[in-house]
């Protein structure tokens, strides 16, 4: 059965700061997923990884997979207000073809000022 | 482009009734999941579809729901009868075939839920 671990579930930091969210899984997959959850809203995807070592940013986040650690993570760069909400990381399961998505807890993010 | 669509996007029930969400994918997705989302449990994959037929349903919680995809463009996610620990926001997604190269980075696309309350 495949399982994915956030950490932390919840963060509270300061504008400004940097803060990494990590996201492990237990079997081998083809394609993880991050995805923002505002409150009461539907789900934005923010980033896929399709290979080991793959690196995307946009803005002030940035994502990486290490397929060998089964290990993703979600770097925030001088966080602001904005970017308070939940993030959750998703996996799918090796096969090619689409999958559905097995989902870590989240991690709810309250940036202050 | 429109995105996903689900209806209705509030359900407020009594305990017994039979509920039936439904949902249209984006045009041209081949792919379509159900999805439940509860403090306690997360999010949950319910059911998917490839090309209209069910692939995987473990995830349905019990013989009370059944989910059908009649066509390439319409799904209905039925509980009958339900119950208040029923009471959750279902979300649809839907997504093109991630096997094909061109579509290999695209994620799955959510609608913006049913919230279910069942009384």
């Known amino acids: 059965e495949l399982k994915v671990e956030q950490n932390p579930l919840f963060l509270s930091m300061q504008e400004g700061k940097n803060y990494t969210i990590y996201c492990n899984y237990s079997t081998t997959s083809d394609r993880l997923y991050w995805y923002r959850q505002d409150p009461g809203k539907s789900l934005e995807s923010l980033f896929v990884l399709l290979s080991n070592g793959a690196v995307k940013q946009e803005g002030r986040l940035m994502a990486s997979l290490d397929t060998k650690a089964r290990l993703s993570t979600l770097h925030i760069t001088a966080a602001v207000h904005d970017l308070s909400a939940t993030y959750f990381c998703a996996v799918e399961s090796s096969g090619g073809g689409a999958d559905g998505l097995t989902f870590g807890k989240g991690t709810h993010l309250i940036i202050q000022p | 482009d429109a995105g996903v669509i689900q209806s209705p996007r509030h359900e407020v029930t009594e305990m017994g009734q039979e509920v039936t969400l439904r949902c249209k994918p984006i045009?041209?997705?081949?792919?379509l999941f159900w999805y439940r989302q509860t403090m306690m449990r997360g999010l949950e994959l319910l059911i998917y579809?490839?090309?209209?037929?069910?692939?995987?349903d473990s995830g349905m919680p019990e013989d009370r729901f059944s989910a059908k995809m009649p066509n390439a463009s319409f799904s209905t996610l039925k509980i009958q009868p339900s119950e208040p620990r029923d009471s959750a926001v279902y979300f649809c997604?839907?997504?093109?075939?991630?096997?094909?190269?061109?579509?290999?980075?695209?994620?799955?696309?959510f609608g913006d839920g049913t919230r279910l309350s069942i009384l």
């Open positions: 997604a839907s997504s093109p075939d991630p096997g094909q190269a061109r579509y290999s980075n695209q994620p799955q696309h």
């Open positions: 579809f490839n090309n209209n037929v069910p692939i995987d």
């Open positions: 045009s041209g997705h081949n792919s």
